[in-house]
């Protein structure tokens, strides 16, 4: 059997970042109280702008549930988030407020309250400072850009499921959460929708059921790591010309069936 090895250090407490400026439009420092004008002239309060970009992501369902991740994700970006962003109505900007209630909702429905290291979630930083430069573990962007291009975490203590939002950040070339046995739940189907994604690791956590049908088809996929979880299924007939992706470990993860031999992981 294919050995995959990962080098992974103990999470430790974080150190503060300043890699990208935290320049958010305050709702505070606004006039009307952080109104936002819409290109239709109409006027939106901040909160109204806030749950609209909310509801971009999130399943109305989903938010009007009392105490769900989503809803939770979304009281602290209007009420507790010390940043106090605003949105600015079809800018740039907005898509970095909605890439903050989506790295919320992940906090909220992975237990964020009980990590051994916060990585500066919910911090009034710029998500791009949600990490631990010690390690590289948290968020991820390159360049000082303020896209969310990675997310990284090791044994962290992560317990619930991955959000459908997670991976609605259209920008992730990398996600990596691997040794948390409390992450439960299955791949949401919204993988589908990325593009740029390039690294999926998912080593030793607890997940199941079916992997999406559209996973081994990602465009940009190449590497992909999936060992010791609890997945159903068969490993699905794959035409090489049809896909990306070039590595492939799936060791005693609960997948039947024959992998390729392109995509079998060199054994050492």
Same mark, same amino acid.
């Given at each position: ?26 709702? &505070? ?55 106090? +962003? ?52 948290? +968020? ?7 896209? +969310? ?6 044994? &962290? &203590? ?111």
């Amino acid at each position: 059997a294919a050995i995959v090895v990962v080098s992974m250090m103990a999470p430790a407490k974080s150190t503060p970042s300043a890699e990208v400026s935290n320049n958010f439009k305050d709702g &505070n420092d606004q006039d009307n109280h952080g109104d936002v004008n819409t290109p239709s002239g109409s006027v939106l309060s901040r909160e109204e702008s806030l749950t609209m970009i909310a509801q971009g992501v999130s399943s109305q369902e989903a938010l009007d549930i009392p105490d769900s991740p989503q809803a939770l994700a979304l009281e602290w970006l209007i009420e507790h988030d010390a940043a106090k +962003v605003t949105p600015s109505a079809g800018r740039s900007e907005d898509e970095q407020v909605q890439e903050r209630y989506i790295l919320a909702v992940f906090y909220y429905a992975t237990g964020g309250v009980d990590w051994f290291d916060s990585f500066y979630f919910l911090s009034q930083n710029h998500v791009c400072n949600w990490k631990n430069l010690d390690f590289g573990m948290g +968020v991820q962007c390159e360049d000082g850009s303020p896209t +969310v291009t990675g997310i990284k975490f090791g044994p &962290n &203590n992560l317990q619930g499921t991955l959000p459908d939002e997670i991976f609605r950040l259209s920008g992730m070339k990398t996600f990596q959460v691997i040794m948390n046995p409390g992450l439960t739940g299955s791949i949401p189907s919204s993988i589908s929708t990325q593009e740029n994604l390039q690294i999926l690791n998912l080593n030793k956590n607890s997940l199941g059921g079916a992997i999406p049908d559209s996973l081994l088809s990602l465009p940009s996929l190449t590497t992909l790591w999936m060992d010791e979880n609890s997945f159903e299924g068969t490993i699905p007939t794959m035409e090489e010309g049809d896909m990306t992706l070039q590595w492939w470990s799936c060791n005693n993860c609960g997948l039947t069936g024959r992998m390729p031999d392109s995509l079998r992981m060199p054994t050492f």
